[in-house]
Nanobody
């Protein structure tokens, strides 16, 4: 699976950005899609994830400001980011968890894929 992320950029505090990620390639089933971020000197952290059935999970720091959505038919995931703050500045990474084949689904084995990062900069 190849993941191509886009939509990062520069915005002032309070502004909005929308990130998109498209998954291509052949896997049996994509289970979860999401976004993580990493700022200098800090570990990569979860921002938001969404399951194939629409279940979501958000980092406390972005709840009420960010919205994750997914198109299962197109294998795309988007992150709408509103009311951005300087502390949201980071490289954002698209993430996918998938069963690569029918056997891995039976075995409960998930393979994780990462996309290229996209920079989000929020100025104060």
């Amino acid at each position: 699976v190849q993941l191509q992320a886009s939509g990062g950029g520069w915005v002032q505090t309070g502004g909005s950005l929308r990130l998109s990620c498209a998954a291509s390639g052949s896997v049996f089933r994509i289970i979860v899609m999401g976004w993580y971020r990493q700022s200098p000197g800090n570990p990569r952290e979860l921002v938001a994830v969404i399951t194939a059935f629409g279940g979501t999970n958000y980092a406390d720091s972005v709840k009420g400001r960010f919205t994750i959505s997914r198109d299962n038919a197109k294998n795309t995931v988007e992150l709408q980011m509103n009311s951005l703050k300087p502390e949201d500045t980071a490289v954002y990474y698209c993430n996918v968890g998938a069963n690569v084949d029918r056997q891995s689904r039976k075995d409960g084995r998930t393979t994780t894929y990462w996309g290229n990062g996209t920079q989000v900069t929020v100025s104060s």
